[in-house]
């Protein structure tokens, strides 16, 4: 089942029970080593709030800060600097994504269970959201407006962007541009475990925040996990990954183009391809070796392909739809003949590309749609980020006099059953109308 550089290729149907489960298992092994460091900088950023930060900086970033929060002149001007084709493609898709999460916007409602009884449910804006912004080998713009612009459209109170500083004490000049294209209120030149415990417990200088939101590193994500009985977090996300099924009118190199497109993001990547007919197969396998072997992240691109990538043949598109609902992809790309057919047969991803003209890079960048998605198989009880992330729920209820006799007696009954005697009596207090 292995391959020069495809980790697994052949059918379906003859992987290992063993080869299955870590095609299946993506969640990597626990690093307590990075738990611990991580337990480390959250305890330090609480007990010395900003004196940590500024030092870590140094120590991580070897950037020397006089402060952790970028002027916003200095974001505005890395706009004003921005290379004009690139302003109008981040302008292009703040537009599409603004216009895409406007239209996911919940209403209140209300309900009269029974005559006088009306139970309420109300969407309420975040009042503060913290978004996370990769620096280093992974600097991505678009996920800044990812985050930033669907929490302005649902109405958040105020949005800082935190990424970490370079040597020159600034978050990459992409960052800070689209912080600024976006609306965001705040940027801090924090980065890592340390900015997550900022924004999730606050300093002197870093506001504490209601949700965190946004990619990082193992070092962001088993810090997200470790605040979470301080702040709410979007879906915890490692590497990318993707699942392509194919039948026989897809274009191979077509496929082998996406499979590339997610394997450069990490090495630790994850690209799976089902395709009808292990000839159809066998053709993708040949196109993505040669991609491979011509691609400018090659070093990234072959480790990932060696290590998690995969080209397996089914015998009918009905072998392969198990397979994608166990798997869980982040994304999922339906290259068939008549992709809307299978809609309905998908569960558990993160989000659905319709045909192999709807490249993932289309979605990553401009169609509208939220990247920030769910990986390695938590798909399976997580959505991707979108504008109802931003939202709390207030739920309230009204009832009238007639209808307060009306419960009286049967909530009494239900409170005596279970021993919650001071319950029943304040229900049976209304008992006359």
Same mark, same amino acid.
């Given at each position: ?15 290992s029970a063993e080869d299955k489960r870590r095609l299946l298992d993506r969640s990597g092994e626990s690093d307590a080593q990075v738990a611990t460091r991580v337990r480390d900088i959250i305890a330090r950023v609480r007990k010395d709030g900003d004196r940590a930060l500024l030092d ?119 960052? $800070? ?92 990547a994850c690209c799976v391809t089902l395709a009808v007919s292990v000839t159809v197969a066998e053709t993708i396998a040949a196109a993505v070796e040669r991609a491979a072997a011509k691609a400018q992240r090659r070093e990234i691109v072959t480790t990932a392909l060696r290590e998690r990538g995969a080209v397996l043949s089914v015998d009918s598109l009905e072998e392969a739809w198990p397979f994608v609902s166990e798997f869980a992809p982040e994304h999922l790309l339906i290259a068939t003949a008549m992709p809307r ?14 045909? *192999? ?30 504008? $109802? ?17 009306? $419960? ?9 059953? *279970?021993? $919650? ?13």
């Amino acid at each position: 089942m292995s391959t020069r550089t495809l980790k697994y290729r052949g059918p379906l149907a003859a992987l290992s029970a063993e080869d299955k489960r870590r095609l299946l298992d993506r969640s990597g092994e626990s690093d307590a080593q990075v738990a611990t460091r991580v337990r480390d900088i959250i305890a330090r950023v609480r007990k010395d709030g900003d004196r940590a930060l500024l030092d870590m900086a140094r120590e991580l970033d070897r950037a020397n800060l006089t402060s952790v929060e970028v002027p916003r002149a200095r974001w505005e001007a890395a706009l004003a600097s921005l290379d004009p084709k690139v302003r109008r493609a981040l302008e292009r898709a703040a537009r599409n994504i603004a216009k895409a999460h406007e239209a996911q916007k919940p209403h209140a409602i209300e309900v009269e269970t029974e005559p006088g009884i009306v139970v309420g449910r109300r969407p309420d804006p975040l009042g503060r959201v913290g978004v996370y912004a990769p620096g280093g080998r992974a600097v991505y713009p678009s996920s800044v407006l990812m985050g930033v612009v669907p929490a302005k459209v649902a109405g958040v109170g105020e949005v800082i962007v935190c990424s970490p500083p370079g040597p020159d004490g600034l978050p990459a000049a992409g960052v $800070l541009a689209a912080a600024a294209l976006a609306g965001a209120d705040r940027v801090f030149a924090l980065g890592g475990a340390g900015a997550v415990a900022a924004m999730a417990y606050g300093t002197q200088s870093v506001p504490r925040v209601d949700r965190i939101v946004g990619p990082g590193n193992a070092y962001v994500a088993a810090a997200k996990l470790q605040v979470v009985d301080a702040v709410a977090i979007d879906a915890p996300a490692g590497p990318s990954e993707i699942l392509v099924v194919a039948d026989r009118s897809v274009d191979p190199e077509a496929v082998a183009r996406e499979m590339l497109a997610q394997a450069e993001h990490d090495p630790d990547a994850c690209c799976v391809t089902l395709a009808v007919s292990v000839t159809v197969a066998e053709t993708i396998a040949a196109a993505v070796e040669r991609a491979a072997a011509k691609a400018q992240r090659r070093e990234i691109v072959t480790t990932a392909l060696r290590e998690r990538g995969a080209v397996l043949s089914v015998d009918s598109l009905e072998e392969a739809w198990p397979f994608v609902s166990e798997f869980a992809p982040e994304h999922l790309l339906i290259a068939t003949a008549m992709p809307r057919e299978h809609l309905e047969r998908v569960r558990n991803c993160g989000t659905v590309f319709l045909g *192999e003209r709807a490249s993932v890079a289309f979605g990553d960048y401009m169609t509208g749609a939220n990247h920030v998605l769910p990986t390695a198989g938590l798909g399976h009880a997580y959505s991707g980020l979108s504008v $109802l992330d931003f939202y709390r729920w207030t739920t309230y209820q009204h009832v009238d006099h007639a209808a307060a006799a009306q $419960l009286a007696e049967d909530v009494g009954v239900l409170a005596d059953s *279970e021993g $919650l005697f001071a319950h029943a009596e304040a229900a049976r207090a209304w008992r006359k109308p």
